[in-house]
């Protein structure tokens, strides 16, 4: 990294459902400009730790600071510096392209002027200005995908939590997937994203990974995969993933 700024922090961050530990004293500091993958297996509690991050779930104990913000203290403050792609929903399948890009650029408190010039150039990066005046629902997966992350940035955040962006996506559509996080990453924005696919952890500047609401590694795919004796990042995960006791 060139400069070490951090804009997450999290000191022993914990949420429990009744006497269910989901996340359970996570604590690490992700810096600026930074992509940080953050793994786990099904159930491991990675959208639970990302829901609080985003002053969406408030912390059963601990600490963490987004942006400079408490996390439990300024919400809203936080949702302004952040963008967010959730796991299960990212776009109004019954509205056009521009519908959507205009409505959530609208929620970004993005002027009329801003929304015209950024929503000409964000069709014009994704090369699907001839869309534009289709429904969302009839694009394919990976074109919605991007289309969700290139909202979820149209403010210029600080920050963008990405939950599984590209589950299900095509490899092809996979790769110009992460070149569109390089390239926000490129402009200073940090990007926190999950996975389950290993060849997407090696883009990663660093991975975590998450085993029953714990951290159990940390480092760079290099650093990992020397420290587990391990060729690839899936070697990696398999052997800490496979002591997991929860799981769906
Ligand atoms: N609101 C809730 N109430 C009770 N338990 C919950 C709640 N939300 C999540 N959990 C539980 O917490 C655990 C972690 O869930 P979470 O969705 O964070 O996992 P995940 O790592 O995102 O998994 P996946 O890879 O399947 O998306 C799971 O056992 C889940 O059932
Ligand atoms: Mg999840």
């Not at 149209?154 to 070149?179: A, M, N």
């Not at 569109?180 to 200073?188: H, K, M, N, P």
Request: proline fraction near 3%.
């Amino acid at each position: 990294m060139k400069n070490k700024e951090p804009v997450i922090l999290t000191e022993k961050l914990t949420k429990r459902f009744d006497s269910f530990t989901a996340v359970d004293e996570i604590s690490f500091d992700v810096y600026r400009g930074e992509i940080f993958g953050f793994l786990g297996a099904n159930g491991a509690g990675k959208t639970t730790a990302m829901r609080m991050l985003c002053g969406l779930s408030v912390p059963s104990s601990g600490r963490a600071a987004v942006a400079g913000l408490n996390v439990y203290k300024q919400t809203e403050q936080i949702k302004r510096n952040i963008g967010y792609m959730s796991q299960k929903f990212s776009l109004y399948e019954d509205l056009t392209v521009l519908e959507n890009i205009r409505f959530f650029g609208g929620i970004y408190g993005l002027t009329d002027q801003q929304l015209k010039s950024k929503s000409g150039k964000l069709l014009h990066q994704l090369e699907i200005e001839s869309e534009a005046k289709k429904l969302v629902g009839n694009l394919p997966l990976g074109w919605k995908q991007k289309l969700a992350f290139s909202i979820a940035i149209l403010h210029e955040p600080k920050i963008v939590f990405l939950d599984e962006p590209t589950g299900g996506v095509d490899p092809v559509t996979r790769r110009q997937f992460w070149t569109l996080i390089y390239e926000a990453a490129s402009r200073g924005i940090t990007v926190f994203v999950t996975t389950h696919y290993m060849d997407e952890a090696e883009y990663c500047n660093r991975v975590s990974i998450m085993v029953d609401g714990q951290i159990k590694a940390l480092g760079t795919p290099r650093e990992l995969k020397a420290q587990l004796n391990e060729t690839s990042m899936d070697g990696v995960f398999y052997q800490l993933a496979r002591v997991a006791k929860r799981g769906e």
